[in-house]
């Protein structure tokens, strides 16, 4: 069963930062381009940026400028850089495979609030 190990979330208010850390099986790692995805309170989960596995970024619109998705290949561990925080950033945020593995990691809550 893949495991993911997601780390970094946390409250922060609107307009602040946080770097989301996703430690990823090696060998899935270095195969896939991988994702960072979220799901809000009784919505569903939804991807919001990938990179293929030579480093190649794609944000979704309402991030486009504000988060950054970043790979070491080396430690096998993905990043997103989240800036710019609003309260509708707030989920629980997963990393996976862009075509997701069956198995989900716990994710990282992100609340952002005044």
């Known amino acids: 069963q893949v495991q993911f190990v997601e780390s970094g979330g946390g409250l922060v208010q609107p307009g602040g930062s946080l770097r989301l850390s996703c430690v990823v099986p090696?060998?899935?790692?270095?195969?896939?381009?991988m994702a960072w995805y979220r799901q809000a309170p009784g919505k569903q989960r939804d991807m919001v940026a990938f990179?293929?596995?030579?480093?190649?970024?794609f944000h979704i619109n309402s991030v486009e400028g504000r988060f950054t998705i970043s790979r070491d290949n080396a430690a096998s561990t993905l990043y997103l850089q989240m800036n710019d925080l609003r309260p509708d950033d707030t989920a629980v945020y997963y990393c996976?495979?862009?075509?997701?593995?069956?198995?989900w990691g716990q994710g990282t809550q992100v609340t952002v609030s005044s």
């Open positions: 996976n495979s862009w075509t997701p593995q069956p198995s």
């Open positions: 090696t060998d899935i790692f270095r195969a896939h381009t």
């Open positions: 990179i293929s596995v030579d480093g190649h970024p």
